[in-house]
């Protein structure tokens, strides 16, 4: 990885950081609003959507069929969470799924074999460490699909504007709302930095806790887990057992109980017609045996 790339990559894992170490010291003295707080969490949810309904089951699985609006949007939405280009996104994570946890797998916990230590620095790498590793993913042999669309090609493209974006846009809301700089300045870190920072650590800790810990209901040829604790923070991508399995199916937590709340995004977009051949856990959509198969 060339060193410029190092240090964007740098600015982007440990900018958000500063952040936090800023907006802890305001929280603790009391000086944060009900309106920072409530844009940092349509912020999280905006861009965690974007990633989890977009990227990852619409452009990378194709769980389902999106009209152009709604595939212009969720592209959009899915690059102010600053995880990459769509087009880089995907082609990473087609090949995390077909070498999961092999060689060739871009963020395996398991890389360096499953004594402690290995596992401990194992978890770093998946967690974070892979982002400084100099092993890109051909988006030509991955995702060459979306290099052809030319909506989504044009949007990968944007992506440096849309990451500035994703932080300007709180400031200038922020000081819309407040009209003074100090107003803009604590949603710049609310619903900019610390929202950046914790739906990082939150996408993040699927490629490495639910390759690590957790429950396995499915049989795979990895050591994808469900953790059950990250399910509402992700909307869903931590019952991550059960999407190896079935990765072509709309809906992660298939199982009773397995709150998805990316699954309940695409089945009102469904039922507003702009979702469609919405592939929902069944035998025939997803390949599931007829006993692991779950209702809608």
């Not at 899915?78 to 090949?95: I, K, N, P, Y």
């Not at 596992?119 to 890109?136: E, M, Q």
């Not at 699909?145 to 932080?167: T, V």
Request: hydrophobic content about 50%; aromatic content about 10%.
């Amino acid at each position: 990885m060339q060193l410029a790339q190092q240090v964007v990559t740098g600015l982007l894992v440990f900018g958000p950081f500063l952040g936090v170490a800023i907006a802890l010291p305001l929280l603790w003295d009391g000086l944060v609003n009900a309106t920072d707080l409530v844009m940092s969490a349509v912020f999280y949810v905006v861009a965690c959507a974007g990633v989890t309904v977009g990227y990852h089951r619409l452009f990378t699985h194709r769980s389902f069929t999106a009209t152009r609006a709604l595939r212009i949007v969720l592209a959009v939405a899915g690059s102010l969470a600053v995880e990459g280009s769509v087009t880089d996104w995907v082609a990473t994570h087609r090949r995390h799924h077909r070498y999961s946890d092999g060689v060739g797998d871009p963020h395996s916990p398991h890389r360096f074999g499953e004594g402690s230590a290995a596992l401990v620095r194992g978890f770093v790498f998946a967690h974070v460490g892979w982002l400084f590793v100099s092993d890109a993913t051909s988006v030509e042999r991955y995702a060459p699909d979306l290099l052809a669309d030319r909506d989504i090609a044009r949007i990968g493209r944007w992506f440096p504007g849309l990451a500035i974006a994703s932080l300007a846009l709180p400031f200038a809301l922020g000081y819309a709302f407040s009209g003074t700089l100090a107003g803009a300045f604590g949603a710049f870190v609310w619903a900019g930095l610390v929202r950046m920072a914790f739906l990082h650590h939150v996408t993040w800790s699927v490629n490495s806790l639910c390759h690590m810990f957790g429950s396995r209901r499915y049989e795979t040829n990895d050591r994808s887990t469900d953790v059950r604790i990250l399910a509402l923070l992700s909307l869903g991508e931590s019952w991550h057992n059960g999407h190896h399995a079935h990765p072509a199916c709309a809906r992660h937590g298939a199982e009773k109980g397995q709150i998805d709340l990316s699954a309940g995004i695409i089945r009102l977009l469904e039922r507003a017609g702009w979702a469609t051949k919405v592939r929902w856990p069944s035998a025939r959509a997803c390949g599931m045996p007829l006993e692991q198969t779950a209702t809608r």
